[in-house]
């Protein structure tokens, strides 16, 4: 009689444990398993990484052509005059009061269009979308038709409490939070739809009247979209051209604001003008800087 050797013992116990004997006892290697590679991660084909150089190429090379073609050695006198002083201070300025007004008006109708079922909630959010699609310059037409001293809201106000709106300083500020504040809108209405609003209807159920919800409760969720919507319509208001000089002229000192600086100097001086386009495009990368959190890290 034959004895079983240790392999065929090794292999019963295998057997009787439930399973085969592993590969590695009976001194076969076992393959590795290949590891797919995770989309995005490979080259990019050349019909697609052509075009898209070219697309970058085309947003990049007419900034690097700004700063290649600045007049440095002349900018702090170029800066330092009273006309680029005054445009610049009433750029900010309007563009502050512009921002302000937005939020004044424009959280409400965010909330409204976020919170609340209405009839024609979709018609409403695309009249408050077409100023972003809309010329400036008919945004400007339009406002006249509607503020101006004739206009159909216009006439009411001069007669009955003597205000005049159009080629005013308020007139630099109506017409940049009209081309502005659609951008706060859209940021604030996009938050508080993410937002949960089981917290509002617990502020209510606890005896809080709506407005004390949204204020005590609403107001601290969507804080950063409000931020970042006030960053956006900011910057849009500090580079409104088109409808600020049809709804409230090119006065020096009091409407003229940087972006109608630069179409002058552009004219007359072409240095001056690089060196105020400089000025608006540090503004936009601080913009960009302040939203990359927000924007590029979300990814």
Do not use: H
């Not at 706060?184 to 005896?207: C, N, Q, S, W």
């Not at 006065?251 to 060196?275: H, K």
Request: glycine letters at 10%; proline letters at 8%; hydrophobic letters at 55%.
């Amino acid at each position: 009689m034959t004895l079983p050797s240790a392999a065929d013992k090794g292999e019963a116990a295998d057997t009787l444990a439930g399973g085969p004997a592993p590969l590695r006892r009976r001194g076969v290697r076992s393959r590795p398993r290949s590891r797919s590679r995770p989309p995005g991660r490979g080259g990019a084909p050349l019909p697609l990484l052509v075009p898209a150089l070219l697309g970058l190429a085309f947003l990049v090379l007419p900034l690097l052509a700004l700063l290649l073609r600045a007049p440095w050695s002349s900018m702090p006198e170029l800066l330092t005059s009273t006309e680029v002083w005054q445009a610049l201070r009433l750029s900010l300025v309007c563009a502050t009061a512009a921002t302000a007004l937005s939020l004044v008006i424009g959280v409400p109708l965010a909330w409204l269009l976020a919170r609340v079922e209405f009839p024609g909630r979709g018609l409403v959010r695309a009249l408050v979308t077409l100023p972003l699609v809309l010329p400036p310059v008919v945004g400007g037409v339009a406002l006249l038709m509607a503020l101006g001293r004739n206009g159909v809201v216009g006439r009411w106000l001069d007669d009955w409490f003597g205000v005049t709106l159009p080629f005013t300083t308020a007139g630099v500020v109506v017409a940049e939070a009209f081309v502005a504040m659609p951008f706060l809108v859209i940021a604030v209405e996009g938050t508080l739809r993410a937002a949960d609003p089981r917290y509002e209807e617990a502020a209510t159920t606890l005896g809080a009247s709506r407005f004390t919800a949204f204020r005590r409760v609403t107001l601290p969720l969507v804080a950063p979209g409000i931020a970042a919507g006030a960053v956006l319509a900011w910057a849009r208001a500090l580079g409104e051209f088109g409808a600020t000089i049809t709804f409230a002229g090119n006065f020096p000192g009091r409407t003229q604001t940087m972006p109608l600086s630069v179409y002058l100097a552009l004219q007359s001086d072409p240095e001056a003008a690089i060196a105020l386009s400089l000025v608006l495009l540090a503004v936009s990368v601080a913009v960009l800087a302040g939203l990359r959190d927000r924007w590029m890290t979300s990814a």
